[in-house]
T-cell receptor
Protein backbone atom coordinates (compact mmCIF):
# COMPACT_ATOMS: atom_id res chain seq x y z
CA UNK A 1 0.00 0.00 0.00
CA UNK A 2 1.55 3.24 -1.18
CA UNK A 3 0.88 5.86 1.45
CA UNK A 4 2.66 8.76 -0.28
CA UNK A 5 2.12 9.37 -3.98
CA UNK A 6 4.50 11.65 -5.84
CA UNK A 7 4.21 13.23 -9.26
CA UNK A 8 5.50 13.76 -11.84
CA UNK A 9 7.96 10.90 -12.19
CA UNK A 10 10.25 13.11 -14.26
CA UNK A 11 10.44 16.81 -15.00
CA UNK A 12 12.39 18.94 -17.45
CA UNK A 13 12.65 22.66 -16.77
CA UNK A 14 14.57 25.46 -18.42
CA UNK A 15 17.15 27.35 -16.40
CA UNK A 16 15.46 30.13 -14.47
CA UNK A 17 12.09 28.42 -14.52
CA UNK A 18 9.96 27.09 -11.67
CA UNK A 19 10.02 23.37 -10.86
CA UNK A 20 6.94 22.00 -9.11
CA UNK A 21 6.69 18.53 -7.59
CA UNK A 22 3.54 17.30 -5.90
CA UNK A 23 2.84 14.73 -3.22
CA UNK A 24 -0.36 13.34 -1.72
CA UNK A 25 -0.66 11.30 1.44
CA UNK A 26 -3.35 9.06 2.84
CA UNK A 27 -2.65 8.76 6.55
CA UNK A 28 -4.05 11.75 8.45
CA UNK A 29 -1.80 10.88 11.37
CA UNK A 30 1.24 12.05 9.40
CA UNK A 31 2.52 15.31 10.85
CA UNK A 32 5.99 15.77 9.42
CA UNK A 33 6.70 16.23 5.71
CA UNK A 34 10.32 16.54 4.55
CA UNK A 35 11.76 16.79 1.08
CA UNK A 36 15.05 15.15 0.18
CA UNK A 37 17.40 15.75 -2.73
CA UNK A 38 19.56 12.94 -4.03
CA UNK A 39 22.41 13.11 -6.50
CA UNK A 40 23.74 9.96 -8.25
CA UNK A 41 25.99 7.95 -5.98
CA UNK A 42 24.99 9.92 -2.89
CA UNK A 43 22.56 9.45 -0.05
CA UNK A 44 19.45 11.65 0.17
CA UNK A 45 20.05 15.08 1.69
CA UNK A 46 17.39 16.91 3.68
CA UNK A 47 16.26 19.97 1.74
CA UNK A 48 13.35 21.44 3.64
CA UNK A 49 10.55 20.16 5.89
CA UNK A 50 7.14 21.32 7.07
CA UNK A 51 4.65 20.45 9.81
CA UNK A 52 0.84 20.85 9.45
CA UNK A 53 0.62 23.94 11.64
CA UNK A 54 1.82 26.12 8.73
CA UNK A 55 0.67 26.23 5.12
CA UNK A 56 3.93 27.36 3.58
CA UNK A 57 7.62 27.33 4.37
CA UNK A 58 10.34 28.99 2.36
CA UNK A 59 14.09 28.50 2.48
CA UNK A 60 16.00 30.33 -0.21
CA UNK A 61 14.75 29.19 -3.61
CA UNK A 62 12.84 26.24 -2.12
CA UNK A 63 9.25 26.51 -0.89
CA UNK A 64 6.92 23.87 0.52
CA UNK A 65 3.19 24.48 0.17
CA UNK A 66 0.94 22.38 2.40
CA UNK A 67 -2.81 21.76 2.07
CA UNK A 68 -4.02 19.79 5.06
CA UNK A 69 -7.63 19.41 3.91
CA UNK A 70 -6.54 18.02 0.55
CA UNK A 71 -3.76 15.95 2.14
CA UNK A 72 -1.31 17.34 -0.38
CA UNK A 73 2.00 19.13 -0.28
CA UNK A 74 4.31 20.38 -2.96
CA UNK A 75 7.85 21.57 -3.51
CA UNK A 76 8.51 24.67 -5.60
CA UNK A 77 12.03 25.41 -6.81
CA UNK A 78 12.27 28.98 -7.99
CA UNK A 79 14.88 30.14 -10.51
CA UNK A 80 15.84 26.52 -11.20
CA UNK A 81 19.52 25.97 -11.96
CA UNK A 82 21.37 23.12 -13.74
CA UNK A 83 22.91 22.27 -10.36
CA UNK A 84 19.40 21.46 -9.11
CA UNK A 85 19.26 18.49 -11.49
CA UNK A 86 18.75 15.56 -9.14
CA UNK A 87 16.09 13.18 -7.84
CA UNK A 88 13.69 14.64 -5.30
CA UNK A 89 11.76 12.61 -2.76
CA UNK A 90 8.90 13.70 -0.59
CA UNK A 91 8.30 11.81 2.63
CA UNK A 92 5.98 11.68 5.60
CA UNK A 93 6.05 10.41 9.14
CA UNK A 94 4.06 10.68 12.34
CA UNK A 95 4.86 11.51 15.92
CA UNK A 96 5.89 8.41 17.77
CA UNK A 97 7.48 6.94 14.65
CA UNK A 98 10.15 9.55 14.37
CA UNK A 99 12.60 7.28 12.65
CA UNK A 100 10.22 5.86 10.09
CA UNK A 101 9.86 7.90 6.95
CA UNK A 102 7.43 6.85 4.22
CA UNK A 103 8.80 8.05 0.89
CA UNK A 104 7.20 8.95 -2.40
CA UNK A 105 8.52 7.28 -5.53
CA UNK A 106 10.78 10.19 -6.48
CA UNK A 107 10.95 12.79 -9.24
CA UNK A 108 13.94 13.10 -11.53
CA UNK A 109 14.47 16.77 -12.32
CA UNK A 110 16.55 17.95 -15.25
CA UNK A 111 17.23 21.66 -15.56
CA UNK A 112 18.38 22.59 -19.04
CA UNK A 113 20.88 25.44 -19.43
CA UNK B 1 30.80 17.64 12.51
CA UNK B 2 31.29 14.40 10.63
CA UNK B 3 28.29 13.01 8.79
CA UNK B 4 26.83 9.53 8.78
CA UNK B 5 29.35 6.98 7.59
CA UNK B 6 28.62 3.57 6.13
CA UNK B 7 30.96 0.69 5.45
CA UNK B 8 31.62 -0.92 3.14
CA UNK B 9 30.51 1.29 0.26
CA UNK B 10 30.30 -1.57 -2.22
CA UNK B 11 29.76 -5.27 -1.72
CA UNK B 12 29.31 -8.23 -4.02
CA UNK B 13 27.88 -11.47 -2.67
CA UNK B 14 26.38 -14.64 -4.09
CA UNK B 15 22.97 -16.09 -3.41
CA UNK B 16 22.68 -17.90 -0.11
CA UNK B 17 25.45 -15.97 1.59
CA UNK B 18 24.93 -13.54 4.40
CA UNK B 19 26.15 -9.96 4.74
CA UNK B 20 26.68 -7.41 7.50
CA UNK B 21 26.58 -3.67 6.86
CA UNK B 22 27.79 -1.04 9.29
CA UNK B 23 26.64 2.48 10.08
CA UNK B 24 28.19 5.13 12.30
CA UNK B 25 25.73 7.94 13.09
CA UNK B 26 26.45 11.61 13.56
CA UNK B 27 28.01 12.21 16.96
CA UNK B 28 25.28 12.63 19.57
CA UNK B 29 22.58 11.03 17.45
CA UNK B 30 20.89 8.14 19.22
CA UNK B 31 18.45 7.00 16.53
CA UNK B 32 19.56 5.00 13.52
CA UNK B 33 17.20 3.95 10.74
CA UNK B 34 17.86 1.70 7.77
CA UNK B 35 16.30 1.93 4.33
CA UNK B 36 16.50 -0.13 1.16
CA UNK B 37 16.54 1.74 -2.14
CA UNK B 38 15.80 0.00 -5.44
CA UNK B 39 14.70 1.38 -8.83
CA UNK B 40 11.44 -0.54 -8.66
CA UNK B 41 10.37 -0.09 -5.06
CA UNK B 42 12.04 3.21 -4.24
CA UNK B 43 13.04 3.95 -0.66
CA UNK B 44 11.59 1.52 1.83
CA UNK B 45 11.96 1.59 5.60
CA UNK B 46 13.62 -1.45 7.15
CA UNK B 47 13.91 -0.70 10.85
CA UNK B 48 14.91 1.89 13.43
CA UNK B 49 17.02 1.54 16.54
CA UNK B 50 17.11 3.91 19.46
CA UNK B 51 19.29 3.36 22.52
CA UNK B 52 20.05 -0.21 21.46
CA UNK B 53 16.34 -1.12 21.11
CA UNK B 54 14.43 -1.69 17.92
CA UNK B 55 11.73 0.95 17.93
CA UNK B 56 10.14 0.49 14.52
CA UNK B 57 10.13 -2.24 11.92
CA UNK B 58 9.13 -2.22 8.28
CA UNK B 59 7.59 -4.99 6.18
CA UNK B 60 10.66 -7.04 5.39
CA UNK B 61 11.22 -10.75 6.01
CA UNK B 62 13.05 -12.00 9.05
CA UNK B 63 16.21 -12.48 6.98
CA UNK B 64 16.76 -8.78 7.56
CA UNK B 65 17.90 -7.96 11.06
CA UNK B 66 19.82 -5.27 12.83
CA UNK B 67 21.27 -4.16 16.09
CA UNK B 68 22.64 -1.09 17.76
CA UNK B 69 25.56 -0.80 20.10
CA UNK B 70 26.00 1.36 23.17
CA UNK B 71 27.95 3.94 21.13
CA UNK B 72 24.93 4.20 18.76
CA UNK B 73 26.73 2.51 15.90
CA UNK B 74 24.46 0.10 14.09
CA UNK B 75 24.75 -2.97 11.94
CA UNK B 76 22.25 -4.67 9.70
CA UNK B 77 22.49 -8.26 8.61
CA UNK B 78 20.87 -10.02 5.70
CA UNK B 79 20.99 -13.80 5.75
CA UNK B 80 20.41 -16.23 2.88
CA UNK B 81 20.80 -13.54 0.25
CA UNK B 82 18.48 -13.50 -2.75
CA UNK B 83 18.97 -11.78 -6.10
CA UNK B 84 16.21 -9.33 -5.17
CA UNK B 85 18.25 -8.10 -2.22
CA UNK B 86 20.51 -6.21 -4.60
CA UNK B 87 19.99 -2.59 -3.61
CA UNK B 88 21.46 0.51 -2.08
CA UNK B 89 21.17 0.23 1.69
CA UNK B 90 20.97 3.57 3.41
CA UNK B 91 21.44 4.43 7.02
CA UNK B 92 20.07 7.60 8.56
CA UNK B 93 20.60 9.08 11.99
CA UNK B 94 18.70 11.59 14.07
CA UNK B 95 18.76 12.97 17.57
CA UNK B 96 15.67 10.92 18.31
CA UNK B 97 13.50 13.77 19.49
CA UNK B 98 13.08 15.44 16.11
CA UNK B 99 12.26 13.78 12.83
CA UNK B 100 15.14 15.29 10.92
CA UNK B 101 17.04 12.32 9.56
CA UNK B 102 20.45 12.65 7.97
CA UNK B 103 21.49 9.98 5.52
CA UNK B 104 24.81 8.34 4.85
CA UNK B 105 26.12 7.61 1.34
CA UNK B 106 24.83 4.04 1.41
CA UNK B 107 26.23 0.59 0.77
CA UNK B 108 25.68 -0.78 -2.73
CA UNK B 109 24.99 -4.51 -2.40
CA UNK B 110 25.03 -6.69 -5.48
CA UNK B 111 23.87 -10.28 -5.18
CA UNK B 112 24.98 -12.61 -7.99
Amino acid sequence: QQQVKQSPQSLIVQKGGISIINCAYENTAFDYFPWYQQFPGKGPALLIAIRPDVSEKKEGRFTISFNKSAKQFSLHIMDSQPGDSATYFCAASKSGNTGKLIFGQGTTLQVKP
Amino acid sequence: KAGVTQTPRYLIKTRGQQVTLSCSPISGHRSVSWYQQTPGQGLQFLFEYFSETQRNKGNFPGRFSGRQFSNSRSEMNVSTLELGDSALYLCASSLGTLNEQFFGPGTRLTVL
